[in-house]
């Protein structure tokens, strides 16, 4: 079992910044790799970003490259997602989820049902 509370989110406006934080606990953090997804309001959860389980390689989906960063620090069980350059469209709850069964950074899998545990989200609203 994997326990994952995220934290950080909150209220920011056009172009700010926020970095959220997902605590992990149950198995040994280092042994999996992790992922940020998000749910706007009326729309499907969807994949941010992912990160393997030595932090060595990252995906982004294509609207969060050159702005999000995901990071982990695997001596805390915590993983990042630096968020610079915030939209109004970036709106959402967002989630982190852990990927027991694969835990490279090398291997894309972004889709929900890829990952086994979820945290129970934090909300970030940006205003224009």
């Known amino acids: 079992q994997v326990q994952l509370v995220e934290s950080g989110g909150g209220l920011v406006q056009d172009g700010g910044s926020l970095r959220l934080s997902c605590a992990a606990s149950g198995r040994i953090f280092s042994a999996y790799a992790m992922g940020w997804f998000r749910q706007a309001p009326g729309k499907e959860r969807e994949f941010v970003a992912r990160?393997?389980?030595?932090?060595?390689?990252?995906y982004y989906t294509d609207s969060v490259k050159g702005r999000f960063t995901i990071s982990r620090d695997n001596a805390k069980n915590t993983v990042y997602l630096q968020m610079n350059s915030l939209k109004p469209e970036d709106t959402a709850v967002y989630y982190c989820a852990a990927d027991i069964r694969f835990a490279t950074g090398r291997v894309l899998r972004v889709q929900s049902d890829h990952y086994e545990y979820w945290g129970q989200g934090t909300q970030v609203t940006v205003s224009s």
């Open positions: 990160i393997g389980y030595s932090g060595d390689h990252t």
